[in-house]
C-alpha cells in the first residue's frame, strides 16, 4: 500500500512539475478572478512558503556549503550577478521605460530574490555541475536576509518606508529557519530523509507555489481588469529582461569559464529566480502595483527555462570539445 501511495505521489509530481508553466499563469488568472477569497487569505502565505523552502532543502547538504572553497569565484561571479548586475540592468531599463518608481522597484524585486531551487531540474536535464548548482542555491538562500533588505534600502530611497527588521525577520522565518531544519534533517539521516520524506512533500511543495500564486495574485487584481498600454509594456518588459538574463548568463558564464558544465550551471542560475518570495515581499512591504512586474514574472520562467535549455545544448555540442 506504501509503495501505491508513493508511485501515485510521484506520477502527480511528475505532472505538477509538466503542466507548470500552465498551471502558474493558471493560478494567477483564478486569484485575480476570486480576489475576494485571495485576501482573506494572504495570512498563509508565509506558512506556504516555508513549507516550500522545508521541503526544496531536504536534498542540501552541509557538503553544499564546504564546497565554496572549491569554487569560490564561480560562487561570487554568481552571486554577483543574481544580486548587483541583474538588479542595475532591470533598475535601467525600468526607469528609461517607466517614469513610475513603483514599478522600478517591483522589477528591481523580481530580479533581487534568490535563485530559484527548481533551476536544479534543469541543471540536471542539461547535465551541469549539479553539486556546484546545490551550493549556490544554499549559499545564496543563506545570505538573502541580508542582500535583500540591503538592496531594497538602496532602491527605494525615501520615497517609501520599509520596515527592514520585519523583512529580515520574515526572510529568517520564510527560507534560512526552514533551510537549516531540512539541512540538518538530511544531514542526521544520512540523506534518507529526501527519499523517505521528500518525495513524498515534492507534490504538495508545487501545490503550495499554486496557492502562493493564487493567494498574492488578489492584491494586484485592481491593475489586471483592465487592459491598458502601461499592463501590456510591463508584461513585455518582464518578459525581455527575463530572457536576457538567460542571455548574459550564457555570453558571461562563456567569457570566464570554457568548462560546458560549469557554463551550464550558471546559466539556469542566473536565469531562475525564487519569484515566490518577491511576490510575499512587494505585497507586504509595498503598495499593490510594486508587485506587478513581480507575479508577471512567474508566467516565463519555466517556459524560458525551457527554451533555453535547447540554447545551451547546442552550445554543448559546440564547444564540449573545448572543455575536454
Not at 532591470?90 to 513603483?102: K, Q
Not at 539521516?189 to 521528500?198: E, H, M, R
Request: net charge positive; with cysteine.
Amino acid at each position: 500500500m506504501k509503495k501505491k501511495e508513493l508511485t501515485l505521489l510521484d506520477n502527480l509530481n511528475k505532472r505538477l512539475q509538466k503542466w507548470l508553466p500552465i498551471l502558474t499563469p493558471l493560478s494567477l488568472v483564478l486569484g485575480v478572478l476570486f480576489q475576494n477569497i485571495g485576501v482573506h487569505l494572504l495570512f498563509l502565505v508565509s506558512g506556504l512558503f516555508a513549507f516550500m523552502t522545508f521541503s526544496s532543502s531536504l536534498s542540501m547538504n552541509l557538503k553544499d556549503v564546504k564546497s565554496f572553497s572549491k569554487h569560490p569565484v564561480i560562487i561570487l561571479c554568481s552571486i554577483a550577478f543574481l544580486h548587483i548586475i541583474m538588479p542595475i540592468w532591470a533598475y535601467f531599463l525600468s526607469t528609461i521605460i517607466f517614469d513610475d518608481h513603483l514599478l522600478t522597484i517591483g522589477f528591481v524585486i523580481s530580479v533581487a530574490v534568490p535563485t530559484g531551487v527548481t533551476s536544479v531540474i534543469w541543471v540536471n536535464i542539461c547535465r551541469g555541475n549539479l553539486p556546484l548548482c546545490l551550493s549556490i542555491i544554499l549559499i545564496d538562500t543563506l545570505l538573502s536576509p541580508l542582500m535583500m533588505p540591503a538592496l531594497l534600502h538602496l532602491i527605494v530611497g525615501e520615497t517609501i518606508a520599509i520596515d527592514t527588521s520585519s523583512l529580515i525577520l520574515d526572510l529568517l522565518w520564510m527560507i534560512v529557519l526552514p533551510t537549516v531544519v531540512g539541512v540538518l534533517l538530511n544531514e542526521l539521516t544520512k540523506g534518507n530523509i529526501q527519499a523517505s520524506l521528500g518525495t513524498k512533500l515534492a507534490p504538495f511543495s508545487k501545490l503550495c507555489l499554486f496557492g502562493v500564486v493564487m493567494i498574492n495574485s488578489s492584491t494586484i487584481a485592481p491593475y489586471l481588469k483592465q487592459i491598458t498600454w502601461e499592463l501590456v509594456g510591463v508584461i513585455l518588459l518582464v518578459l525581455f529582461i527575463a530572457a536576457s538574463g538567460y542571455a548574459m548568463a550564457l555570453i558571461i558564464g562563456h567569457l570566464l569559464w570554457k568548462d560546458t558544465q560549469v557554463v551550464t550551471t550558471f546559466v539556469f542560475i542566473g536565469g531562475m529566480r525564487n519569484i515566490a518570495i518577491g511576490v510575499i515581499v512587494a505585497t507586504t512591504y509595498f503598495p499593490a502595483k510594486v508587485a506587478m512586474p513581480v507575479v508577471f514574472g512567474m508566467l516565463f520562467q519555466q517556459v524560458l527555462a525551457s527554451l533555453y535549455s535547447k540554447v545551451v545544448e547546442k552550445y554543448k555540442m559546440k564547444y564540449e570539445i573545448i572543455s575536454v
